[in-house]
Structure formats: structure tokens, C-alpha cells
């Protein structure tokens, strides 16, 4: 029996390795697509906070603030842990481009100009509630600048 079970837990953890790689690579693929994206590419930005305001900024937004978004996403690095502090709040922002959907998990921190950390998603509504699928965690120094100017957090 004892055998039994460590098998199970080295092959469990085994797979939650594997699985994590394969997100990583996955990720890194779709932020590349992200990062090849001009600005006239992109077709929609929307942004949903905690509150579940949905937010339209492709209306509200000129060609220069959506372009600091796609500048923080070049300027994204990989993040290998991540803590959430429990001061920050949740943003999710969707981007549609010719490419396709690109969804981010942000976690918006309370101190001004830090890093923002968030994960690449692929959410997908269901009625009631979402679906959604990681791709990996990153931070990006940029993406707070762009947040300031889409006016989602204040600047102070």
C-alpha cells in the first residue's frame, strides 16, 4: 500500500511539472503573438473589475494609450513565484486583435509605479460563471503606466 501511494505522489508531482512547462511554452507563444501586434491590429480592449464593471476602453482610448499596453507586453518578463498581496486588486483586461482573444489576470498593487504581476489567460464564459485556463505568470513595470493613462487606477 505504501508503495502504491508513493508512486501516486511522485507521478502526481511529475505531472504538475510537466503540466507547468508545457503552460510556460504555451505562454510564451501567445505573448510573442501579443508582442508582434501593431496598433492598428487591435480591435477591442475591455476591462473588467472587481466589481464586475465592464469596461470598453477601445471607444474611450486613443491609438497612444493602447499602444502603452502593447509596449508593457513587450516588456514583460517571466515571474517564477508569485505572491499576491492582499492589498491589491483584481482587473481583468481582454484584448481582440485579428490574432485572436488574449485575456490577463492583473493584479493591480497599491503602491505607485510597482510592478505589475498578472497571468495570460484563455477565459471562456459559460452561462453564469467562466472557465479559464493559465498560461503562466509575468510582471511588467510598463503595464502600471498604462493602467494610469486608461484611467483604471489612480495615480497617487
Same mark, same amino acid.
Given at each position: 500500500?505504501?508503495?502504491?501511494?508513493?508512486?501516486?505522489?511522485?507521478?502526481?508531482?511529475?505531472?504538475?511539472?510537466?503540466?507547468?512547462?508545457?503552460?510556460?511554452?504555451?505562454? %510564451?507563444?501567445?505573448?510573442?503573438?501579443?508582442?508582434?501586434?501593431?496598433?492598428?491590429?487591435?480591435? !477591442?480592449?475591455?476591462?473588467?473589475?472587481?466589481?464586475?464593471?465592464?469596461?470598453?476602453?477601445?471607444?474611450?482610448?486613443?491609438?497612444?494609450?493602447?499602444?502603452?499596453?502593447?509596449?508593457?507586453?513587450?516588456?514583460?518578463?517571466?515571474? !517564477?513565484?508569485?505572491?499576491? !498581496? $492582499?492589498?491589491?486588486?483584481?482587473?481583468?483586461?481582454?484584448?481582440? %486583435?485579428?490574432?485572436?482573444?488574449?485575456?490577463?489576470?492583473?493584479?493591480? $498593487?497599491?503602491?505607485?509605479? !510597482?510592478?505589475?504581476?498578472?497571468?495570460?489567460?484563455?477565459?471562456?464564459?459559460?452561462?453564469?460563471?467562466?472557465?479559464?485556463? %493559465?498560461?503562466?505568470?509575468?510582471?511588467?513595470?510598463?503595464?502600471?503606466?498604462?493602467?494610469?493613462?486608461?484611467?483604471?487606477?489612480?495615480? %497617487?
Amino acid at each position: 500500500m505504501r508503495k502504491v501511494l508513493g508512486l501516486l505522489i511522485v507521478t502526481f508531482i511529475i505531472y504538475g511539472w510537466f503540466d507547468s512547462i508545457s503552460d510556460n511554452s504555451d505562454g %510564451s507563444e501567445k505573448l510573442e503573438q501579443i508582442r508582434n501586434l501593431a496598433v492598428e491590429n487591435v480591435s !477591442s480592449i475591455k476591462a473588467i473589475n472587481s466589481d464586475y464593471t465592464n469596461v470598453d476602453l477601445f471607444d474611450t482610448q486613443d491609438k497612444e494609450v493602447i499602444g502603452l499596453l502593447l509596449q508593457a507586453i513587450k516588456e514583460t518578463e517571466k515571474v !517564477s513565484m508569485f505572491k499576491r !498581496s $492582499p492589498e491589491s486588486k483584481k482587473l481583468y483586461i481582454e484584448l481582440t %486583435s485579428d490574432q485572436g482573444k488574449f485575456g490577463f489576470d492583473v493584479f493591480v $498593487p497599491n503602491k505607485v509605479n !510597482s510592478p505589475v504581476q498578472f497571468f495570460l489567460v484563455d477565459r471562456t464564459y459559460t452561462g453564469k460563471g467562466f472557465t479559464q485556463e %493559465s498560461f503562466g505568470k509575468w510582471q511588467s513595470e510598463e503595464l502600471w503606466h498604462f493602467l494610469v493613462a486608461a484611467k483604471l487606477v489612480n495615480e %497617487s
